[in-house]
């Protein structure tokens, strides 16, 4: 057995090449390896690929596929970079073009997906034109009155946030007046639920219904105005577990959740039938103290 | 604020819910919540060192004349006085917060109240009312337990309910202790 095994790898490694070595002297000329027209001298020794100036100096069939592959890879890299800033230098030209687009996205550096998204959405049904063209004056001093109006708006109001809630309480009208979402209790119940499913309340975002509402639009009160916003954030910063509030002055009650009398069953009521969550009610009343002006 | 120790009684008699009919009946007015008071003996213990009872109500907004004649006496039951909030508090909020405001200031006096009555049936206020005085003194997890003295009136049937006073004008009413969370 031994010895078969000896005479098989003796046969096998002077028989059988494992693979084509041009150096050895009885080894066939490559047929791809002929000299082509335009080929430039041969490669120096040890470097037998040249790249750049030296392109035409590939002889070989190796040389010449390496050269391809590097100029594939140029060429790509290329063109992937110059579609990109085509494509930053088109949305930034349509921001530029309608000023509210540049108002609305190009504030803080412009987002160039949010444009390029915008279009298709919105622009192309609103008559708008995307890319580095000319659009009239006219059209232009319309879009500026367009950003005029978002520029007035945010002044007295305030960005909405993915997460934010703006409004507890109030609604409709026989919401407001004994309906389900009625009552400083019921906005207070709604905040604790946010806190409750750990909502992100990155801004301020909650005002307070008025009790009595005699003709819409319902009065509201920016919450800093009722609570003291700087003892919850040192309180939640002490003890954790709550989200921290920011400053603001809303005036507008953008989005409106229902909040019902069967609130406290699902969000005070069930945190205080275990330890835990009645830690969490009483963290959360501690933390929600009248402004200083009130008391 | 009134001087402690004081009593605290919410009293949900404001017309700005005029229309509502089932709210209009199932609240009760100042005679009976006196009358119920004066006869619960646990309120009468917690009541026993109190002169002054704390009125968390719209004075301006009580339209029955009985209710506001009777506050207006400022006479309470065991010998106590009524005493409200000012209304400049909340007026200088300006109109739109004036109830808010108010609101605010009577959560903060009623939870620190000696006693509190409250109809944890009808408002979602008094109910809060229940979890802050439940909690107030907690610090570590466990489960809360309302403080003593924490009571609500109720009408009709309510488990759990021992004393109830059927001849009083509001029907069957009756007054109860919190010993745990409803």
Known sequence: MRALVIALVVATSAGFPKHYDASRPDAAPNPFDAPRPGDGPAAAAGNPVVYGAGAAAARTHAERVALRRRAWKENRTRTHDARAQTHAESSTCYAKNYPDLFYHFCRKGCNVDGLHTHFPNHGRKEGRQFGCVIITAAEKARWAAQAARLEALDSRSHHTHGGAILGIGGGPRNHMLGGPGAGLNNAKDGFFALCQRGRNISYPTLMWNARVPNTPPFPSIPHETLWDVDHWNAYVAKHGGLPYLVADKPTSIVGTPRFANRLWLNMFRGPMQNPHGSLKVAHFHRALRPHPLIL | ?182
């Open chain 2, 1 to 182: 604020m009134p001087p402690k120790p004081y009593g605290a009684i919410h009293f949900r008699l404001e017309d700005d819910l005029a229309g509502y009919a089932a709210f209009m009946r199932d609240r009760f007015g100042v005679q009976t919540n006196f009358a119920l008071m004066a006869g619960t003996r646990d309120l009468e213990a917690c009541a026993a060192r109190t002169t002054e009872l704390y009125v968390a109500v719209g004075l301006d907004a009580v339209s029955n004349m009985e209710d506001k004649a009777l506050l207006l006496a400022k006479k309470g039951p065991f010998d106590t006085t009524l005493v409200f909030k000012e209304g400049d508090i909340a007026r200088r909020f300006g109109a739109d917060a004036a109830s808010s405001v108010g609101a605010i200031v009577d959560t903060e006096i009623l939870a620190d109240a000696a006693y509190y009555v409250g109809y944890a049936g009808l408002s979602t206020f008094d109910r809060t009312l229940v979890d802050i005085r439940a909690t107030r003194d907690q610090y570590d997890a466990r489960m809360a337990t309302p403080e003593n003295c924490t009571f609500t009136v109720g009408k009709n049937r309510q488990r759990g309910v021992i004393e109830v006073r059927a001849d009083l004008p509001a029907g069957k009413v009756w007054m109860r202790h919190f010993q745990s969370l409803p």
